[in-house]
């Protein structure tokens, strides 16, 4: 055979291996085990014709579909298989001396599937570590054991994970449950302090606030701000308190050295340690004291009787000395000056040169007029005394009736029967000005009975009638209030009591915030028990704040609770009570004064007693009796003997 034979047969041979070749590449039968792949017949052309361009050419496709096999496999997550494919491909290359310049891309893609899978299986991890601290509440705390710091680490290692950021809003729906859950138990340090915490995670990890942690910031904002309001005006009453108590003290004290500048009969003199310039004193402190009005009006009536004893004993200018005294302190305190008035009458009266001889009819008529000027002068001096129409012998409505039988309708008369009028409606206002309407109300009928028998106008009847009504139906508001405030306080401390002795003993460890929560709760109820203790007192709803008080003190022993507030709750009831007693015993001293004829000492005695009622809202009905009876033994002892009458008291003015 020739070469010519030799080189046609060689090359017919490599164009059936290059076909075949060609259809192993076609259906992807690259290379492998068997000779029916493309590999296998591109080196059995290479082993006819070493350097074969189609051959080498076809080697190039060989890789190139090694590439596309590999890349299809990391689609497919199936790293193994591309790399066994990149493994193929470069032994080919090395082997055949072939560029794998082709394999490059690959090579890339295979290391980076490597970095992501390691990349994921940490990230698996730390989110496996994230559910299980969110299940367990561990939100970020204890150090390396909690929920927040693997979401931190996640989010750096894959920024946008979506599994990472739903963990997240899981973890911030965990913080709303513990705020909602502070604020269930009254927790409010504690829910600001995970709000707090909750705000502060989602700056960090650069997330939206959810709407749950802006409402609750919001609702948050508006408990505690309730609280700072309770908490101020708490402060504000207390403070209130603690100065009217100092003022109080002070004028107590002014009170005290008055009381014994009367008894000392150091009425307006000397300068600066009389009764009228301490009375001054303790208006400073309080402008419009009732208590300190009613003592100036009491100072007035002792000048007024001091000035009569005078006129009485033919000493016109020791009686008028009085007068001046007491209408220049009636003009500078602006007080009432009837009986004022009344003094200087009689002082009038008492100077007038005798009158000339007048004639039978004329003696007749001034004889008359004689007759009622003294009526009219025992009226008002019975006025003076307030025997306005009690004891019926002496009073002052007597003597107007008496007047009416000499002469029906005279003018004196009728002015007489006004001061009376006068009188019981200026009762009436100032025991209405104490809060004590049912007392108002006996002088306001007094006054209405006063003018029908007088045939008066009964001005002012009316208006003093609406007060009252409008009085009552505020203390009665203010009791069923009372009332109702010390119910409710009654059922939550019993619910509140209940529920801690319920309680079972829990694991330390496990229950301590809200063992501290209940007990913060007990604190708050306490402290709320007091406040309300302490405004009844205010009101004067006495009783009221006793209930407030028990309660109180069952709390207190059961919870080991500090004291404070109720040993000042116990101060201002036992002060009352100690101050009943006082008025009390004071009370049974004057009666005795007054049996033994002693009347300077029970008018000392009735004055502290008026003072200690005044100053605490006791009733006075019992000193409004003994004033009576001072005030008939003082009237009887000044009555010349033929006239004194022994009679039997009954009622009041």
Partial sequence: ??????????????????????????????????EDNAVAYLRAVLKLAPDHPEARSRLTKVLGGYAEQGRKALAANDLEEAEQRLKEAQALAAELHLSPESLTQLTWDIAQKKVEQVREGRMQALLAKADKALAAGRLDQPQGNNALDPLREA?????????????????????????????????????????????????????????SLTALDTTLSSIEAQRARTAAEAERRQSAARQ?????????????????AVAAGHLVRPKDNNAADLYRQALGLSAGDERVLQLLDELLDTLVAKGREA????????????????????????????TLDRLAKAIDVRAKPPPAPESKGESKAAAVEQQIQALVEKGEDAVDHNWLTFPQERS?????????????GHPEGKKLAGSILDRYLAFARRYLARENPDKASTYLERAAAVAKE??????????????IAAQVKEQERQQAEARAQAQAAKQAATKLEAKVEKTPEPAPAAHKKGQERERQQVREEFAK???????????????????????????????????????????????????????????????KAVSHQELAQARNHLAEARRLAAQH?????????????????????????????????????
């Fill in 155 to 211: 989010l750096k290692l894959m920024p946008d994970d979506a599994r990472a950021r739903r963990r997240i809003d899981q973890l911030l729906d965990a913080y709303a449950r513990r705020i909602r859950e502070g604020l269930a138990h009254n927790d409010l340090v504690g829910a600001r302090q995970g709000l707090r915490q909750a705000q502060a995670v989602a700056t960090e990890l650069h997330v939206a606030s959810p709407r």
């Fill in 244 to 260: 009217a108590q100092e003022r109080k003290q002070q004028i107590d004290h002014l009170l005290a050295r008055a009381d014994q």
């Fill in 311 to 338: 006129l009485d004993g033919g000493d016109l200018g020791q009686a008028r000395a009085q007068l001046q005294d007491g209408q220049a302190l009636a003009q500078e305190l602006r007080l009432s000056t009837a």
């Fill in 454 to 467: 007088f045939d008066l106008v009964p001005e002012g009847v009316r208006v003093l009638q609406d007060q």
């Fill in 396 to 408: 002052a409505a007597e003597y107007v009736r008496q007047i009416f039988q000499i002469a029906p």
């Fill in 1 to 34: 055979m020739t070469a010519g034979q030799d080189r046609r047969r060689q090359e017919a041979q490599v164009q059936v291996l290059l076909g075949r070749a060609d259809a192993a590449l076609l259906v992807g039968h690259l290379g492998g085990v068997g």
């Fill in 617 to 653: 809202y006791l009733s006075t009905n019992d000193l409004d009796r003994l004033d009576t009876r001072i005030k008939e033994a003082e009237g009887q002892s000044r009555a010349p003997k033929e006239e004194k009458k022994s009679f039997r008291f009954i009622g009041t003015f």
């Fill in 529 to 591: 028990l007091i406040l309300q203790g302490e405004q009844a007192v205010e009101r004067k709803s006495y009783d009221a704040a006793q209930t407030y008080l028990s309660r109180a003190r069952r709390l207190a022993g059961k919870h080991d609770l500090p004291t404070d507030g109720l040993a000042r709750l116990e101060s201002s009831l036992r002060d009352r009570d100690q101050a009943q007693v006082r008025v009390s015993r004071l009370i049974d001293q004057g009666a």
